[in-house]
């Protein structure tokens, strides 16, 4: 399969890539897809008190573009607020990566990710 | 050393140059290009003779008779050939047939087009290892079975079949048996005459020949009778019309004279390489090797790397040319039907590759290769999320995945 320039640069050099403590306050943790289907994407998202992501994080088991897919997200929503990295749609993600059709599939799951990052950030904060 | 080096010999092979030298005199108006079934002038006497040295050729690497060579264009006519045509021809003696879940696409949906006309096809699933046991066989015959298509050496793990006892069943049920052995011949020394075989089918590419020349082993005595596939001028004793690309069977023909003096060393060689590269990653953690190292092929060497997806290792070997498994399934996503046929997870399934070498394939790049592999594995592991788990203790089996 041939990839493009971007999905390669991300693929070569992933921005991003830790863990960041799962248990804080102020940090929103996904894990989408499962490993008997080839992909799984863990993205964390580090949030201040104003509701802007200042960080963000992810490790991906999967394909090139699966992993390109969550680099690029990690830049994406950093300094975006929680109502703006929502927003963020597969088919951007899918357009700036230049993904063949049939890995449109690791753009939905960056997505997927990012959501539930969020939702898991906005649950923990509910508690209090 | 050249990069990046070649470790796809199952997929194809390059031709040797000695076959090129061969294969460029059969073309021009200064060589032999006659059309070899032209018989009222000098040029296609030439281009006869030259199809006849090398049916000989062929026929002497594998020990049957010239008169039993059908050509074809490759091993995925060779199998549609030998299924459809002996299963139509023998239609009123029975339309059930037995075949392995671990079998080549050409034969698998040779089989699906015949089920879809009418006939009955039990797909056997193989032990975990990668066999098929002659029990499995014995259990699924059935008064109206005509034909058994088992291959001899897979090509995605290099398990090679029992075929000598599964011929014997046959023979003794006159069942038709037909071996897919596109991966053993010029790979392995292989005598027909030793098996009770009726049908076989290989292939030029496989062996440093030209790509889109193959050969159907059909048997003599007793004779098998197929309905041919591709009609016309009655080419290949009817069997399979079409005018014969002498240039190419000349190019087998030299390929299969060249196995046949070298290939008892090159399987040793082949072994050793083999053996090197596996010994130079079975120490890595959560290595699992799916081949045989006894008696499978001494070319393949199928391993998976888990938590590792394989495109993604394959990405980073770019300066190796590997692939995931077969190279007629590697553009769709599913994980290899071979591996999942065997047993094996659908997560270890994704982290497979195949390694296969061959003639041009030396020490250095092994030792390089190995360098490579544990290099990326570093790399990507400390990018996956589940060897993280992994390595802080957590069971992945017991893990509610969020799936959509």
């Not at chain 1, 894990?31 to 289907?37: F, R």
Request: glycine letters at 6%; hydrophobic letters at 35%; charged letters at 25%.
């Amino acid at each position: 399969m041939s990839y493009s320039k971007k999905v390669l640069d991300h693929y070569e050099n992933p921005r991003n890539v830790g863990s960041f403590k799962k248990n804080s306050a102020k940090i929103g943790t996904a894990m989408v897809g499962a490993p008997s289907c080839g992909d799984v994407m863990k993205l964390q998202i580090k949030v201040n008190k104003k509701g802007i992501i200042e960080d963000a994080c992810f490790k991906t088991y999967g394909c090139g573009s699966a992993i390109a897919s969550s680099s690029l997200i990690t830049e994406l929503v950093k300094g975006k607020s929680l109502t703006e990295a929502e927003k963020i749609k597969n088919t951007s993600i899918a357009k700036e990566l230049d993904l063949p059709p049939v890995k449109i599939h690791c753009s939905i799951l960056a997505e997927d990710a990012i959501r539930e990052a969020i939702a898991n950030y906005k649950q923990k904060n509910k508690k209090k | 050393m050249k990069l990046p080096i070649y470790l796809d010999y199952s997929a194809t092979t390059p031709v040797d140059p000695l076959v090129v030298k061969k294969m460029l005199k059969f073309l021009t108006i200064d060589g032999i290009f006659g059309n070899s079934a032209s018989r009222s002038h000098k040029f296609g006497w030439e281009a006869e003779e030259a199809v006849n040295i090398a049916r000989s050729q062929i026929s002497n690497l594998i020990n049957c008779d010239i008169r039993e060579i059908i050509f074809t264009s490759g091993a995925t006519e060779s199998n549609n050939l030998a299924i459809k045509g002996s299963a139509i021809f023998y239609k009123k003696k029975g339309s059930h047939i037995i075949t392995s879940s671990t079998e080549h696409k050409s034969v698998l949906d040779s089989c699906r087009y015949l089920e879809e006309i009418g006939y009955k096809v039990t797909y056997i699933k193989p032990k975990s290892n990668g066999i098929i046991s002659i029990k499995q066989i014995q259990k699924k015959l059935k008064k109206n079975t005509i034909l058994v298509s088992i291959m001899h050496i897979n090509n995605e793990t290099g398990v090679a079949q029992n075929i000598k006892k599964i011929g014997n069943l046959c023979f003794k049920k006159k069942i038709i048996f037909h071996v897919d052995a596109t991966q053993s011949i010029g790979k392995v020394p292989f005598n027909i005459s030793k098996y009770k075989i009726d049908l076989m089918s290989f292939s030029s590419h496989k062996m440093y020949g030209p790509k889109g020349i193959g050969c159907l082993y059909v048997k003599r005595k007793p004779r098998v009778r197929l309905s041919c596939q591709i009609h016309g001028g009655g080419h290949e004793r009817g069997l399979r019309s079409g005018t014969l690309p002498v240039h190419q069977i000349v190019g087998m023909g030299e390929a299969c004279r060249i196995a046949k003096k070298v290939i008892k060393k090159e399987n040793e060689k082949m072994i050793y390489l083999r053996n090197l590269l596996w010994n130079g990653i079975k120490n890595i953690e959560e290595v699992y090797l799916n081949s045989d190292l006894v008696k499978g092929a001494p070319h393949i060497l199928n391993v998976s790397f888990n938590y590792v997806e394989g495109e993604s290792l394959i990405m980073s070997l770019k300066e190796l040319a590997i692939s995931s498994g077969s190279a007629c399934t590697s553009s769709s996503l599913e994980p290899s039907y071979v591996l999942k046929s065997m047993g094996i997870k659908d997560e270890l399934a994704h982290s497979s590759i195949r390694f296969s070498i061959g003639r041009f394939t030396t020490e250095k790049n092994i030792n390089y290769a190995v360098k490579l592999i544990h290099n990326s594995l570093k790399k990507l592991r400390h990018l996956s999320p589940l060897w993280e788990m992994f390595k802080s203790g957590v069971n992945l089996d017991n893990v509610i995945w969020n799936h959509k």
